[in-house]
């Protein structure tokens, strides 16, 4: 089945630096969605991307899709720490089962 | 505000003992995932409906798992008998279907097998 990857695993940053997070996917996706999940909280969805190579903000967070539609990233711009959380990528496996990658978890040091 | 409601929020059970959470999607969504999340495992898919219809529970443990969608307003997943291992967070999602399939969690119910 699909597998979805996401690197790093953990991220630790001091309030102010920059953080990416990569997503690779085992198959071409259809789309690719973003969710965050507090800690102690539940995932709540970000954006979904539908186009190759598709970039999309929202005010300190840049999202992108590959031009293969096998991988995005996460980048968010001089950290708060409100943006501490575990955020994870998915894509649907055929129509809409929605498989998630495995996470990277953002510490942010104030 | 629309929103996917999951009981019991908390539950602790001896091992053996059967359990059963319970999930009310968002009216009109025809979807419905349940997903369990432990450290070890980020969310793991274990069942999926579509129109009530269950549409893949490969990834749950069949022996002791089971998910049904007695109507389109309650969806419930039952660990007959639970094992320690079992301990997690299992979430409820709903959505409206579709490749744009984008999901609402539930809160979770937060299961501790002793």
């Known amino acids: 089945g699909q597998q979805v990857m996401q690197i790093p695993q953990y991220q630790h940053v001091q309030e102010g630096e920059d953080f990416t997070t990569y997503c690779n996917s085992s198959?071409?996706?259809?789309?690719i969605q973003w969710y965050k999940q507090r800690p102690g909280g539940h995932p709540v969805f970000l954006i979904q991307?539908?186009?190759?190579?598709e970039v999309k903000k929202q005010k300190r967070l840049t999202f992108q899709f590959g031009e293969a539609k096998k991988n995005s990233s996460l980048h968010i711009t001089a950290t708060q720490t409100t943006d501490v959380g575990t955020y994870f990528c998915?894509?649907?496996?055929?129509?809409?089962?929605?498989?998630f990658g495995t996470g990277t978890r953002l510490q942010v040091f104030p | 505000d629309a929103r996917v409601t999951q009981t019991p929020r908390h539950k602790v059970t001896e091992m053996g003992q059967e359990v059963t959470m319970r999930c009310q999607p968002i009216?009109?969504?025809?979807?419905v995932f349940w997903y369990r999340q432990t450290m070890m495992q980020g969310l793991e898919l274990l069942a999926y409906?579509?129109?009530?219809?269950?549409?893949?529970d490969s990834g749950m443990p069949k022996d002791r798992f089971s998910a049904e969608m007695p109507d389109a307003t309650l969806a419930t997943l039952k660990i007959q008998p639970s094992e320690p291992r079992d301990s997690a967070v299992y979430f409820c999602?709903?959505?409206?279907?579709?490749?744009?399939?984008?999901?609402?969690f539930g809160e979770g119910s937060w299961l501790t097998v002793v």
């Open positions: 409906f579509r129109n009530r219809a269950p549409l893949d």
């Open positions: 009216l009109g969504h025809n979807t």
């Open positions: 198959t071409t996706l259809s789309n």
């Open positions: 999602a709903s959505g409206t279907g579709g490749s744009g399939n984008t999901i609402y």
């Open positions: 998915a894509g649907p496996e055929r129509t809409d089962k929605l498989i």
């Open positions: 991307l539908v186009k190759s190579g």
